[in-house]
């Protein structure tokens, strides 16, 4: 679909749909638009593309540099006060390893929404209100307004560091691959949103998501902090659970209830009636679709991790690999604290091997 300048903001604000409206309409509308696409193709494709992508060689520039640069700062970060800061706290081992990078994302995090929030509630933008605003008076090649593009540089960037921190620096779980899959969509959504002009979707979309990681790396720091020193302290334990249940709700309530209603219902219906021949309506639909579609694996992790803190009344990350060590230790009548000592060599022999030791467990990394 070629490029067409964004109609007028109409008198009302639309009320927000339920689920089944979005079904029925959305599918309806990109049936439509599908059914009305005679010209879709490659060579359309590419037109479009040279016709309403916006970027300059000075944004890719500082793009690259702040993604190195975020690299760097967690490196220094990391060294000079997460780990002091871990051995301070006396956390187990395990907990010390994994502690840096929470504390990390948990700095970003922060710092990332409450910009978004302030943007989005703070500001003269009501598209949290108003979500089908976001297409109001759309142009191609517009003027990305400077506290918006800043936003979109600081979470570019980051994400662009993410791809490589997932690989080469977190802890390898059992969902990393899809972790890699989220950042590499997240950062074509981002990059592509700000060339085509969609970045007041992009603000709403950053807005409804960084609140989880929030609380998820709150709640891990709190699960480490809560057995410092191989003892037992009740109020991280407390606190790890109210960031739990928090956590478990607010995850649910933005990204698959807000996310689908007001993103996905102006992305998918709104825009065509604001902008009849929007540029690459599929392909952004499509890169949501699929980040709604991992929202809901992710959440099926938070239905088995609900599941184990009522019958084990402990929290952890299900999502990490099990000790196997410990688990072995256990079947054969020892403490895993003797069997990991006993494994020390091992454990550093296999490491030599080419094996990726992450969390006191030896683990192949593979995508």
């Not at 603000?203 to 891990?220: R, S």
Request: one cysteine or more.
């Amino acid at each position: 679909m070629g490029g067409h300048n964004g109609g007028a903001a109409p008198a009302e604000v639309e009320p927000m749909p339920g689920y089944l409206d979005l079904i029925t309409r959305a599918s309806t509308v990109m049936f439509d638009a599908w059914r009305d696409c005679s010209g879709c193709g490659l060579e359309l494709s590419r037109r479009t593309l040279l016709d309403n992508a916006y970027i300059t060689y000075t944004e890719i520039a500082l793009f690259f540099f702040c993604t190195f640069l975020w690299t760097q700062m967690r490196r220094g970060l990391t060294e000079s006060l997460f780990k002091p800061l871990a051995q301070w706290c006396r956390l187990l081992p395990k907990d010390a390893a994994k502690m840096p990078e929470s504390a990390w994302k948990l700095v970003f995090y922060t710092m990332s929404w409450s910009y978004s929030t302030y943007l989005l509630f703070f500001s003269s933008y009501s598209f949290f209100q108003d979500p089908p605003s976001v297409f109001y008076n759309w142009k191609s090649g517009m003027t990305v307004p400077a506290d918006i593009a800043i936003a979109y540089l600081i979470q570019g960037s980051f994400y662009g560091h993410s791809i490589y921190a997932t690989v080469y620096m977190d802890a390898w779980r059992k969902d990393s691959a899809v972790m890699v899959v989220h950042h590499i969509i997240t950062l074509a959504l981002i990059s592509f949103s700000y060339a085509f002009r969609y970045h007041n979707v992009g603000i709403l979309v950053l807005f409804l998501h960084d609140i989880n990681d929030i609380q998820l790396e709150f709640t891990k720091l709190n699960i480490y902090l809560k057995s410092r020193g191989g003892g037992y302290y009740l109020l991280n334990d407390i606190l790890s659970n109210m960031g739990s249940v928090s956590f478990s709700i607010t995850w649910f309530w933005f990204r698959l209830y807000w996310f689908p209603l007001k993103v996905l219902y102006a992305t998918c219906v709104s825009s065509l009636q604001s902008v009849p021949n929007i540029p690459f309506y599929f392909f952004f639909n499509a890169l949501l679709l699929a980040l709604l579609a991992m929202n809901i694996y992710w959440f099926l992790f938070i239905v088995v991790f609900v599941v184990k803190v009522l019958k084990m009344k402990e929290v952890n990350d299900v999502r990490e690999y099990e000790d196997e060590d410990g688990s072995r230790a256990v079947a054969a009548g020892k403490s895993p604290k003797a069997e990991n000592d006993n494994n020390d060599d091992a454990g550093h022999h296999n490491s030599t091997q080419g094996k990726h030791v992450q969390n006191g467990i030896t683990k192949e990394k593979h995508l």
